[in-house]
């Protein structure tokens, strides 16, 4: 299995508090992606890194920010949660062209 | 927006028969992979074609793709109830390798 842990794996939050998600890889790899799941819409992208502070917006990055100032770390920040974000996310590492990408175990947010 | 439609959203089946997943996607890809979950799970890499390939087998799986038709799909042959879970294809397009996901096909497979 790809090195990743995702921390927390669980968490229940109130409406309103930030919520940092950190992903963790042994690989050294360039690229790390964040995605949500929700019923019905598959994973979708909401920020990814190639590279140490180099970042770039997915698909769903409205009221997210991230951050990655090691290799092996990359945050996702949630600054006011709101229930919306109720989801699983999850992380995920690529190490290069033709090569698939590893995903975390995900994380289980709740905000209520 | 969603570039993957797959089909069906379910499928049940008996152990030791074949099963069909289908795909669509809308732009131009480097390469389309599919992807298995297990319930509370995280997404197990299964198989990945690239965009000048047209089949490709691992084990029990077949995978196809038509670029012109834009479409792949997935049989997994000689199923076991192990094999129960949710499958997802998922198109990379760009620097990258951005993947964009289907919204899955449940599989189910009686014992």
């Known amino acids: 299995d790809a090195g990743i842990t995702q921390s927390p794996r669980h968490k229940v939050t109130e409406t309103g508090t930030p919520v940092t998600l950190r992903c963790h890889q042994t690989?050294?790899?360039?690229?790390m992606y964040w995605y949500r799941q929700d019923p019905g819409h598959g994973l979708r992208l909401i920020h990814y890194?190639?590279?140490?502070?180099?970042?770039d917006k997915g698909e769903v990055s409205d009221g997210y920010s991230v951050s990655r100032s090691k290799t092996e770390d990359f945050l996702l920040t949630l600054e006011s949660a709101t229930s919306s974000q109720t989801s699983v996310y999850f992380c995920?590492?690529?190490?290069?062209?033709?090569?698939?990408?590893?995903f975390g175990d995900g994380t289980r947010l709740s905000i209520l | 927006s969603q570039q993957g439609e797959e089909d069906p959203q379910a499928l049940s089946i008996q152990e030791g028969e074949n099963a069909t997943m289908n795909c669509s996607y809308k732009?131009?890809?480097?390469?389309l992979q599919w992807y298995r979950q297990n319930s509370g799970r995280g997404l197990v890499h299964l198989i990945l074609?690239?965009?000048?390939?047209r089949e490709k087998h691992s084990g029990r799986l077949r995978v196809t793709l038509d670029t012109s038709k834009k479409s792949s799909s997935l049989l997994i042959t000689a199923s076991r109830a192990a094999d129960t879970a949710s499958y997802f294809c998922?198109?990379?397009?760009?620097?990258?390798?951005?993947?964009?996901f289907g919204t899955g096909t449940r599989l189910a497979v009686r014992p």
């Open positions: 732009t131009s890809i480097n390469n």
């Open positions: 995920a590492i690529w190490e290069g062209a033709g090569q698939p990408q590893h």
């Open positions: 998922a198109t990379a397009a760009g620097s990258g390798d951005k993947l964009t």
């Open positions: 690989e050294n790899h360039r690229y």
């Open positions: 074609i690239r965009s000048n390939e």
């Open positions: 890194s190639y590279g140490v502070k180099d970042t």
